[in-house]
């Protein structure tokens, strides 16, 4: 069963698993794509984050890695003039909708968006976009977390887990357009939904619109 | 060879038509699809009934589906004998009691109600020689507003349900290859061939398939699916039968809008009468192939027509695209391989089946063979439905078949006064809807097939056709589209969901007059990356009006934001209202009753004036004043009011 494939990355020779994705090959290689909605295990990519893109030579055009399916003796670069325009407008189009709390969410300093702002050296700034911020209510009904959409970047983790994974069915996204947001299926509380309390949404969740609740951090 | 279920069923459409087609009959069809009955067209069917029992005169009655001119609704086509069929529009019931004594008891076919005679002949003109129906070619819309869509014998008469019986002697195979022969590519809007969806799918090896009919037509402007659904239902049903045989699916499902409640019960009934009469079930037609139909309504969101969003809705997931590959016709409905084809483009392939591939490609261009299906709409002289061979230029289907841009006329209720004319000049036309392009006069002899359209910027979507004159503002009508796809947007990516939010923000500042060069800069550059970027082609498609006004008109964005101008005088922030004190007709107060929150005001001297604070810039007065005097205009910038009606007020007579 372990077929490799051989693929090259920005001059570097990989060894990938056969079928696997490009992003998930590099990550295993040590070399940094951004990404914030993949999540190993997911029976096909979200992709909507749309941070991963990569130019595949032979390819027009940049293309997710999330989506892209390694092939033997593929070359790839993670950096061409298309790729680190569309990866940086990404990149700002997210920061333009999230208010920059750091000092007091929950996830600061295990942030996504901070990691991403130091490994592509941009201020966690929208460039010469305006923000654009929400103001959802917060949900702290449920005695082990508290569901704050407005930190939100709608990757979509939580709701594969929760639905996925756990079975839970609790979580989903609500709405379109600007107004998509996370929440449980019939608007209710999440202390009154279908959720069982697994917290397998919390731990998938790259920023703060997700975590335990205080007296909770340390049993968890 | 024929087909012995189909000869039978013949005999009796031969019956149920013969009172249309004998000499000697006489028939009246009122057109009844949503278009025709919003318009009235119900009262106006009554009103035959009515009047023809009252008089004893006997005709054949008959609903059939829209005939396809918007404009002149309701429709009716009348035949007796000894005269041509002909044609009425602008109906209504009182004119359908006069007409039935007037030409029915007395010979007089009533002229000047007519728009002519349906064909050729010595006695009136016929339809035929004007533009709108000479330079049309109807292929797919052959049948509607001609048969009675409820009734499956009058559709088999007119040869239903024969491509069904040939591709059935054929063979699944060989109908692939007449549908890949005729070059048939997809009407839903990426213009995908079809012999080759069909090729793909049908080559994935699984224990079941199945054929998605996409009936959830949601760009705004758009019926032509509807009109089909309602008018030839079976055209379709035949189509998805004839797909599922060729895949080897035994479901085929129609997956339809649910704003279209007439739509779905024609269907439903069709399936039925299918059903009820071996065509549709076990052993189609006496063959061996069984199949099965079911009518699912849609979600009511726009990107559901997106097949993979719509595949997930049909699995009662929420209706959000994925990526692609794999195509639906690899995984699609619980993951088997699934055709999902356009309404329009199932019609066509009843159409080939039952004419074979040569007649269907021997009209169009090179890569783009067959007709195309449009809805014109805006700013038009004839708006409807019209079916046209791929490759007639634009400039032929917007300004002879529609009749270009239509003057706007000025009526006043003052006794002798004579209404004036303002012709209006053409401005462009946006096809392909929400994700289509505007394309302006220098590229109206752009020939509309898929190619031309998609290297001019827009595209052939799935058929909306907006013309604009020149009250029709750049930044607005870009502000319009946005504004759709932006609460369309499923939400699931970056750029879609945030980037045409920002977009839709950047236009609102231009039409407040706001904004700046820079602006202007970041909207052509998120337009470009939205449209790299995004993960499905409504997010792709979303930038293109801004991308096609700014190729052609991005002076017209400068003026909003340097000069505060609207130089269509569109963008209400921009413009105001002005009675010109030399003009205006002391006497007359019609623009004072006309104003709906009392802006106007008549000053001492008898001349009025707007109380520019109160205007909610409506246009009711402009229309009120009369065409003899035209006192009043727009003017933009609003700096440009002379400065004694920017302040103007009435003068408080001490009491406040
Ligand atoms: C946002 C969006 C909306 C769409 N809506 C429709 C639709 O209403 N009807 C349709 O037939 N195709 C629609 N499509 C195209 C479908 O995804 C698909 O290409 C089509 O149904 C294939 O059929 P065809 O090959 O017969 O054209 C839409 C695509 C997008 C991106
Ligand atoms: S990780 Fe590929 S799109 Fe989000």
């Known amino acids: ?220 | 060879m024929s087909n012995k279920v189909l000869e039978e069923l013949k005999i009796k459409g031969d019956e149920a038509c013969g009172c249309f087609r004998r000499e000697t009959a006489s028939y009246i069809k009122v057109g009844a699809a949503t278009c025709g009955r919003s318009a009235g067209a119900l009262e106006v069917l009554d009103a035959f009934r009515e009047a023809a029992r009252e008089n004893s005169v006997k005709v054949t009655i008959s609903e059939v589906g829209c005939m396809g001119h918007c404009y002149a609704e309701p429709m009716v086509e009348v035949r007796k004998p000894g005269w041509p069929p002909i044609l009425y529009g602008y109906f209504t019931p009182g004119k359908a009691k006069a007409l039935i004594k007037r030409f029915f008891l007395d010979d007089d076919p009533g002229l000047e109600w007519a728009m002519g005679a349906m064909e050729r002949n010595d006695l009136i003109p016929s339809v035929l020689d004007t533009p709108r129906f000479g330079k049309e070619y109807r292929a797919v819309l052959k049948r509607c507003g001609r048969i009675d869509p409820e009734n499956m014998y009058q559709y088999i008469a007119n040869g239903g349900y024969e491509g069904l019986a040939k591709s059935l002697e054929m063979g699944p195979d060989e109908v692939i290859s007449v549908i890949d022969k005729s070059g048939l590519r997809g009407l839903g809007g990426a213009g995908f061939p079809t012999g080759k969806k069909w090729k793909i799918c049908k080559m994935q090896k699984a224990d079941a398939h199945y054929v998605v009919c996409n009936a959830d037509e949601g760009d705004p402007g758009a019926f032509m699916d509807r009109t089909l659904l309602e008018s030839d239902p079976h055209s379709i049903l035949e189509g998805l039968m004839i797909a599922g045989f060729a895949i080897g699916a035994k479901k085929g499902l129609f997956y339809v809008r649910n704003e279209y409640p007439l739509a779905v019960e024609r269907i439903e009934k069709a399936i039925e009468n299918a059903r009820n009469n071996k065509i549709l079930g076990d052993g189609v037609l006496g063959s061996d192939f069984s199949f099965e139909v079911e009518v699912i309504q849609g979600a009511g969101a726009f990107v559901c027509g997106e097949e993979t969003a719509l595949i997930a809705s049909l699995e009662g997931n929420r209706g959000m695209p994925r990526p692609r590959p794999p195509f639906p016709a690899q995984a699609g409905v619980f993951g088997k391989p699934t055709v999902v084809n356009n309404v329009k483009t199932l019609a066509n392939v009843s159409y080939i089946m039952r004419g074979g591939a040569e007649r269907f490609a021997s009209v169009g261009t090179g890569s783009s063979k067959g007709t195309a299906l449009f809805a014109l709409a805006g700013k038009i002289r004839n708006p409807g439905l019209v079916e046209i061979p791929m490759g007639t230029s634009l400039r032929e289907i917007v300004m002879e078949i529609g009749g270009g841009v239509p003057p706007v006329v000025k009526a006043s209720e003052l006794a002798g006064s004579v209404p004036k004319r303002v012709e209006k000049k053409f401005k462009g036309v946006q096809i392909g809807g929400p994700s289509g392009g505007c394309l302006n006069e220098d590229l109206l002899d752009t020939p509309v097939d898929f190619d031309s359209l998609q290297s001019s910027g827009a595209m052939m979507g799935s058929g909306g056709m907006v013309i604009l004159d020149e009250d029709n503002c750049a930044v607005a009508t870009a502000k319009f589209f946005l504004q759709f796809t932006q609460k369309e947007s499923c939400g699931k990516c970056t750029f879609c969901r945030i980037g045409t939010k920002h977009m839709l923000d950047i236009l609102e500042k231009f039409a407040k007059g706001q904004g700046s060069e820079q602006d202007l800069e970041n909207l052509e550059s998120l337009a470009r990356d939205v449209s790299m970027g995004s993960l499905c082609n409504l997010g792709k498609t979303a930038p293109n009006p801004i991308l096609s006004t700014l190729r052609y008109c991005k002076d017209e964005y400068r003026a909003h934001f340097e000069e505060k101008r609207c130089p269509s005088m569109e963008c209400q922030d921009l413009i105001a209202y002005y009675i010109d004190p030399k003009l205006c007709q002391k006497t007359c107060d019609a623009c004072v009753g006309s104003c709906p929150t009392e802006a106007i005001f008549t000053r001492p001297d008898g001349i009025k004036a707007i109380e520019q604070e109160k205007c909610v810039k409506c246009d009711s007065c402009i229309q009120a004043c009369p065409p003899q005097y035209d006192a009043i205009y727009k003017v933009s910038p609003i700096d440009d009011l002379p400065e004694e009606a920017k302040n103007a007020a009435p003068v408080q007579d001490g009491k406040t």
Not at chain 1, 91 to 119: F, G, W
């Open chain 1, 1 to 220: 069963m372990n077929n490799k494939v051989k693929i090259n990355i920005d001059g570097k020779e990989i060894q990938a698993e056969a079928g696997s994705s490009l992003l998930q090959a590099a990550l295993d290689n040590d070399i940094y794509i951004p990404h914030l909605c993949y999540l190993d295990g997911m029976k096909e990519p979200h992709a909507g984050c749309r941070l991963c893109f990569v130019e595949v030579k032979g390819l027009p055009g940049p293309v997710t890695s999330c989506t892209t399916k390694v092939e033997d003796n593929m070359v790839v670069r993670t950096h061409s003039p298309d790729v680190d325009r569309l990866v940086k407008h990404a990149y700002e189009l997210i920061i333009s909708t999230h208010p920059i709390v750091c000092k007091t969410c929950p996830a600061n300093r295990s942030c996504a968006l901070q990691d991403m702002a130091k490994e592509l050296r941009l201020p966690l700034k929208p460039g010469k976009l305006n923000k654009i911020l929400p103001d959802y209510p917060i949900d702290d009904s449920h005695p082990l977390f508290i569901l704050d959409p407005n930190l939100c970047v709608l990757c979509g983790k939580c709701v594969f887990v929760c639905n996925e994974v756990e079975g839970a069915r609790a979580l989903e996204f609500l709405f379109r357009g600007i107004s998509m947001r996370i929440g449980t299926a019939a608007g209710l509380p999440l202390a009154e939904s279908t959720c069982t309390g697994c917290l397998k949404c919390v731990d998938v969740c790259p920023v703060g619109a997700l975590s335990r609740k205080a007296n909770q951090v340390q049993a968890g």
